[in-house]
Nanobody
Framework: VQLQASGGGSVQAGGSLRLSCAAS????????VGWFRQAPGKEREFVAA????????AYADFVKGRFTISRDNAKNTVYLQMSSLNPADTAVYSC???????????????????WGQGTQVTVSS
């Protein structure tokens, strides 16, 4: 599975961005797709994940109410709509997919097998 993340950029605090994670080929060939982020000098952390078939979602506590993960199965794309951004959200955001046989959302980056390249999000105050 090859994933392509896009949509990052620079915004001011309070602004919004929508990230996209597209699967190369026909489908994700996976049931679970997640977003993670990593800021300079910090460990990679879970942001959100979605179960592609059922639409079940999970979010990190720090993004609840501000970020929304969604999927468009027809377009083989998962989105991360980010609103009310603040400087603490500045990081490289990456999407990842679990192995196809797995149908459980995990918040651990180690549970994800396939990774796309990251997209930089910079929020200025």
């Amino acid at each position: 599975v090859q994933l392509q993340a896009s949509g990052g950029g620079s915004v001011q605090a309070g602004g919004s961005l929508r990230l996209s994670c597209a699967a190369s080929g026909r489908t994700f060939d996976s049931n679970i797709v997640g977003w993670f982020r990593q800021a300079p000098g910090k460990e990679r952390e879970f942001v959100a994940a979605i179960y592609l078939s059922g639409g079940n979602t999970a979010y990190a506590d720090f993004v609840k109410g501000r970020f929304t993960i969604s999927r468009d199965n027809a377009k083989n794309t998962v989105y991360l709509q980010m609103s009310s951004l603040n400087p603490a959200d500045t990081a490289v955001y990456s999407c990842a997919a679990r192995d196809r046989a797995i149908t459980v959302i995990s918040r651990s980056h180690r549970a994800y097998r396939y990774w796309g390249q990251g997209t930089q999000v910079t929020v200025s105050s």
